[in-house]
């Protein structure tokens, strides 16, 4: 158990270390969030949208970030060479893990500014922001288990061609997208609130945990060959 | 169950006829594909459906064909070679 | 490797074939010849219930038997589930869109008579969608992978963690839509709508449909296998020569 842990927390380490150095990741998730954002900003002009609408944009940037910025997690092992390392001295639950808590991180500090950037172009009123916060972790949750199984699937198999991550995504990522529009909903409009969203809230914590149940138990099977 | 009962259908028309009472009748007279559709109590629709997975079935059936007649013609061409080719 | 015969029982698989397709014409007849009741809107299109609504139970079992089969195949390694599992989820395809277009059709007449709505958006409807983009997703996969043994591991993961996502999916979709389906929102139950005596084509009409999967499922099979022992024979030809 030890053994795993620091497995699982050496892998968290180097990955957040290589990341704060070079910031590729989080360049790139903050800078597509954000592109993407003031497209639909200036796509939709200044018309007010249904809150609705508000989530579904806000949630339908994140997904598409993610996408785009979180599957390079295993490309740059095979790249650098150090996918053998780490096959040879850790548990494949343990990789999984470390990645998955980097994504998950990654996903977060996203969370923070795209939402920052989303209240302000789009001109949302959040009445209840709490629920928002707690809305955006457990999607995040979800987001990053999937995205983080389906990148090593890829990289490990497909050597990484560019646009299969978001073939093989949103489709399996549905069910979460829809509870996590809905509860955002819930967030944005005063008359709403935790009571309405509590059904969403719990099918996000179910989704997350099933994803990750999966993703833990397939990763073996991709991981090693 | 019995047997009338099951047969009886004009009988009970009215339970289930209610159902639907308050969805909304378009109230224009149909025009173009929709007046054949709405012919004899739309049974064409039934028909178009039938049709669709079918025909639908058919082209299936018809592609798994192409690809066995490839298979059986390349299996054709190699079998003399693969009477000599192999050792045992 | 052996031969088609060990692995399909042809003996078995000819036998279901000619009952599958006596007991679907006994459908077909009984479906236009038996007497519904008149119903307000559905009239006729009610005998739709013997087609369009067992294209999903073949769906749902298509689904069942390649996520099955995908497991095994993780666990065994065996390429014939790979190949099972593959071709399951192609059939599966063929019966999702078949079941998509029929109820386009049903519904854009019957429901939506004078408009110009052809998409429901409805649960079920959104449900079939989603998983033929899943199983497109699945098939995009596999070609992109070239080591065979590789592609049918890592299609495997793929379709096994799409299938656990599947409860969640029919669960949150009616959820958020309305639908025409029956037993949803504000829709009389399937059994206050279907009279007792279309229950006698309805049932055997699932039956004989899941049926037919197994037919061409079992039969495109045999055709995969049959390409599996020509590749086979020509790399142990290509040995040989070398």
Do not use: C
């Not at chain 1, 719990?202 to 991709?222: E, M, R, S, W």
């Not at chain 3, 009984?30 to 087609?51: C, K, M, S, V």
């Not at chain 3, 070239?146 to 890592?154: C, I, Q």
């Amino acid at each position: 158990m030890k053994a795993w842990l620091r497995g699982f927390w050496a892998v968290f380490e180097k990955d957040i270390k290589l990341e704060l150095r070079a910031r590729y990741a989080i360049n790139m998730l903050l800078l597509f969030a954000l592109g993407a954002l003031v497209v639909m900003a200036f796509a939709v002009g200044p018309t007010p949208l249904s809150a609705r609408v508000q989530a579904a944009l806000l949630w339908t940037v994140l997904l598409f970030a993610a996408a785009v910025g979180l599957g390079r997690a295993f490309i740059s092992e095979e790249e650098r060479g150090t996918m053998l390392l780490l096959q040879l001295n850790l548990r494949p639950g343990a990789v999984y893990a470390g990645k998955l808590l980097v994504n998950f991180a990654l996903l977060l500090a996203l969370n923070l500014v795209a939402v920052g950037a989303f209240a302000v172009l789009l001109r949302v009123q959040v009445a209840w922001p709490g629920l928002l916060a707690l809305t955006l972790v457990l999607g995040s949750i979800g987001l990053a288990g999937a995205t983080t199984l389906l990148s090593a699937l890829i990289a490990r198999a497909a050597g990484g061609r560019g646009a299969l991550l978001p073939v093989l995504l949103f489709p399996v990522l549905v069910p979460l997208l829809l509870s996590a529009v809905e509860a955002t909903r819930s967030a944005l409009l005063v008359a709403e609130g935790w009571a309405a969203a509590t059904d969403e809230l719990l099918t996000l914590v179910g989704f997350g945990g099933a994803v990750i149940t999966a993703a833990v138990l397939l990763f073996d099977y991709i991981w090693l060959d | 169950m019995k047997l009338q009962a099951l047969t009886d259908t004009a009988g009970i028309a009215t339970p289930y006829d209610t159902i639907w009472a308050t969805a909304a009748v378009p109230t224009k007279p149909p025009q173009g594909i929709e007046r054949i559709m709405l012919a004899e109590d739309k049974l064409y629709v039934v028909l178009a459906v039938v049709l669709i997975i079918w025909f639908g079935l058919i082209l299936f059936i018809f592609r798994t064909d192409r690809k066995l007649d490839r298979l059986e013609r390349t299996l054709q061409e190699r079998l003399p070679e693969a009477n000599t080719g192999l050792s045992s | 490797m052996a031969e088609t015969a060990d692995i399909v029982n042809l003996r078995r698989y000819r036998l279901i074939r000619n009952a599958v397709f006596v007991w679907l014409t006994l459908v077909v007849l009984g479906a236009f010849l038996l007497r519904i009741p008149r119903i307000h809107i559905l009239e006729h299109t009610a005998r739709n219930l013997y087609f369009h609504v067992p294209m999903w139970f073949t769906l749902m079992a298509a689904a069942l038997v390649s996520a099955y089969h995908s497991l095994r195949y993780l666990q065994s390694g065996d390429p014939v589930r790979d190949l099972r599992a593959r071709e399951a989820a192609r059939v599966g395809i063929v019966f999702g869109l078949l079941g998509l277009a029929t109820g386009i059709v049903w519904s854009r007449f019957t429901w939506y008579l004078g408009t110009s709505l052809w998409w429901n958006f409805d649960p079920k409807q959104s449900f079939v969608l989603i998983q033929l983009l899943i199983y497109g997703a699945y098939f995009v996969l596999r070609s992109a992978v070239e080591d065979p043994e590789k592609r049918g591991r890592v299609a495997a993961v793929y379709n096994l963690f799409a299938f656990v996502t599947m409860p969640f999916l029919l669960y949150v979709l009616p959820r958020q839509m309305e639908s025409l389906h029956p037993g949803a929102e504000g829709n009389p139950a399937f059994s206050d709508i279907t009279h007792p005596i279309m229950r006698l084509v309805f049932y055997p009409a699932v039956i004989g449909f899941i049926g037919l999967f197994w037919v061409l499922y079992t039969q495109r099979v045999r055709l995969a296998l049959l390409e599996r022992r020509l590749e086979m024979r020509k790399a142990t030809m290509l040995e040989a020569k070398s």
